[in-house]
């Protein structure tokens, strides 16, 4: 596992380079972006279980089919991986978004599991759309107490949310 910066001087050491300008420019981004980073991942931390809880009440509200006699959360044993999967989710986002590097979701996350779902029937449809309201809800929380909104909040949070939605979504066109 290696975050922005370790990543970052990684590069440059294969290179044989020192930091340029740029290298400079994003640790400075980084470090700039460093209370944000702590404010959410102790509001993720803290708030997980509420987190999980009102987005699964989004989805289930948007696709109440998934709770449905058929659906593929129906039965509590259904129920419950699905709310497993979405707390995973959360905090492997979580890891990532105080790294500033998603490259863990690609390694822990991403690599195998649309394997994994396909064989056990899951659709990856409503599971991009949770991943996608967790970062609505911790958005919106992290917003609630004033603690970041707008464009930095967007940019920096909601970049492991959409990396885990991007990697998913592209993983199911592919296999189709």
């Known amino acids: 596992m290696r975050d922005a910066i370790t990543g970052l001087i990684g590069r440059y050491d294969q290179l044989g380079r020192y ?59 259904r129920l419950s991986a699905c709310l497993r999967d979405m707390d995973y989710f959360l905090r492997y986002a979580s890891y990532a978004l105080i790294a500033g590097d998603t490259s863990i979701l690609n390694e822990r996350v991403l690599n195998g599991l649309d394997d994994t779902y396909k ?12 991943i996608a309201l967790l970062g609505d809800v911790v958005c919106e929380l992290l917003a609630q107490a004033a603690i970041a909104d707008g464009p930095a909040l967007t940019a920096v949070v909601r970049a492991p949310f959409d990396h885990l939605c991007r990697g998913l979504a592209a993983s199911d066109a592919r296999n189709r």
Do not use: F
């Open 19 to 77: 930091l340029d300008r740029d290298a400079i420019d994003r640790v400075q981004d980084y470090l700039s972006e460093s209370e944000l980073r702590l404010a959410a991942v102790e509001l993720i931390n803290r708030e997980a279980a509420a987190i999980v809880r009102e987005a699964s009440q989004r989805l289930w509200l948007a696709d109440p089919e998934l709770i449905l006699p058929g659906g593929n959360a129906y039965t509590t044993r």
């Open 119 to 130: 064989s056990l029937g899951v659709p990856t449809g409503p599971t991009v759309r949770s």
